[in-house]
């Protein structure tokens, strides 16, 4: 199977583990589980989901494990999307290439929105039946706990917010992405990982760095696409970090520095990944899609 075709058959698995999870619209509240899907379903890269089932063959786990695992890592990459683009953060009108939620609905719906899509991520992890045992479950709640929380993507957002029309130097400015962006990356790899046959030490470590390197490229390349890329193609509005003075890899240390540090990211993930060998091919390929990526 080529990588192209791994990718749509794993998107397409992703897409029905999510509708599967997500409440349907017959159930009340109808308006606030359809704000949901309008959200969740449809549209989106789906790396943190490509990382999990990519992660997730190596460790030999199930089908229906890994699915559970991307579904609740996606819904928590919504829901911060969600609420990102609402007016008290970044206040952009346009997600995925279609109107954010709180244009869509409403800013009330669109906060419930992301609350609901905070729990409903817990649930999928959770549920009956879902190929996770006891263990796992409770080990992939704390992963994506940790990597959601203040020591994680909402700290991280924390810090983006503080850091508005500051200097940040190149180190604040990595640490920042480290836990915004990169925390639910490497805990995308973790969680796949950690849905199968228990791994070693040094794999994890391996992972992780694998993960951190990943993680960080992806921060650096959205910098440029923003600065490179218009809104049609990036499905969201371009521009809108110079636009609202914030510090990125790009007013840093410039572009061409930036593209060069984005390659040099996935070398590294490439070289984290080595001691796997073969079994490591997909997860190279989805490195490879980061750096490159144009939207």
């Given at each position: 199977?080529?990588f192209?075709?791994?990718?749509?058959a794993t998107l397409?698995?992703?897409?029905?583990?999510?509708?599967?999870?997500?409440?349907?619209?017959?159930?009340?509240?109808?308006?606030?589980h359809?704000?949901?899907r309008?959200?969740v379903?449809?549209?989106?890269k789906?790396?943190?989901?490509l990382?999990?089932?990519?992660?997730g063959?190596l460790?030999?786990?199930?089908?229906?494990?890994?699915?559970?695992?991307?579904?609740?890592?996606?819904?928590?990459?919504v829901?911060?999307?969600?609420?990102?683009d609402?007016?008290?953060?970044?206040?952009?009108?346009l997600?995925?290439?279609?109107?954010?939620?709180?244009?869509?609905?409403?800013e009330?719906?669109?906060?419930l929105v992301g609350?609901?899509?905070q729990?409903?991520a817990?649930?999928?992890?959770?549920a009956?039946?879902?190929?996770?045992?006891?263990?796992?479950?409770?080990?992939?709640?704390?992963e994506l706990?940790?990597?959601?929380?203040?020591?994680?993507?909402?700290?991280?957002?924390?810090?983006?917010?503080?850091?508005?029309?500051?200097?940040?130097?190149?180190?604040e400015?990595e640490?920042?992405?480290?836990?915004?962006?990169?925390?639910?990356?490497?805990?995308s790899?973790?969680?796949?990982?950690?849905?199968g046959?228990?791994?070693?030490a040094?794999?994890?470590?391996a992972?992780?760095?694998y993960?951190?390197?990943?993680g960080?490229?992806f921060?650096?390349?959205?910098d440029?696409?923003?600065?490179?890329?218009?809104?049609?193609?990036?499905?969201?509005?371009a521009?809108?970090?110079?636009?609202?003075?914030?510090p990125?890899?790009?007013s840093?240390i410039g572009?061409?520095a930036?593209?060069e540090?984005?390659a040099?990211?996935?070398?590294?993930a490439?070289?984290?990944?080595?001691?796997?060998?073969?079994r490591?091919q997909?997860?190279?390929e989805?490195?490879?899609?980061v750096?490159?990526?144009?939207?």
């Amino acid at each position: 199977m080529t990588f192209e075709q791994w990718m749509r058959a794993t998107l397409d698995r992703v897409e029905t583990a999510l509708e599967h999870y997500l409440p349907g619209t017959d159930v009340a509240p109808a308006r606030l589980h359809e704000a949901m899907r309008y959200a969740v379903l449809g549209g989106g890269k789906r790396v943190r989901p490509l990382l999990c089932h990519a992660a997730g063959e190596l460790t030999g786990a199930s089908a229906q494990a890994v699915e559970a695992a991307s579904a609740a890592l996606e819904m928590i990459h919504v829901y911060s999307l969600v609420h990102d683009d609402m007016p008290a953060m970044d206040d952009d009108a346009l997600r995925r290439g279609k109107p954010t939620v709180h244009i869509q609905y409403d800013e009330a719906t669109a906060l419930l929105v992301g609350d609901a899509l905070q729990s409903q991520a817990f649930v999928a992890l959770t549920a009956e039946r879902n190929g996770l045992n006891d263990g796992q479950q409770a080990a992939l709640v704390r992963e994506l706990a940790l990597a959601s929380g203040s020591v994680g993507m909402a700290g991280g957002q924390a810090i983006d917010l503080e850091s508005v029309g500051r200097k940040l130097s190149r180190p604040e400015l990595e640490t920042m992405h480290r836990k915004k962006t990169g925390a639910l990356l490497r805990a995308s790899v973790r969680m796949g990982a950690l849905a199968g046959a228990t791994p070693s030490a040094s794999d994890l470590a391996a992972l992780d760095q694998y993960a951190a390197a990943v993680g960080l490229a992806f921060q650096v390349v959205d910098d440029i696409l923003d600065v490179t890329a218009d809104s049609a193609t990036l499905g969201k509005t371009a521009g809108k970090d110079a636009q609202h003075d914030k510090p990125t890899y790009v007013s840093i240390i410039g572009l061409d520095a930036s593209r060069e540090l984005a390659a040099q990211l996935g070398r590294d993930a490439h070289a984290a990944i080595q001691p796997f060998g073969a079994r490591g091919q997909r997860l190279a390929e989805l490195a490879d899609l980061v750096v490159n990526r144009v939207n």
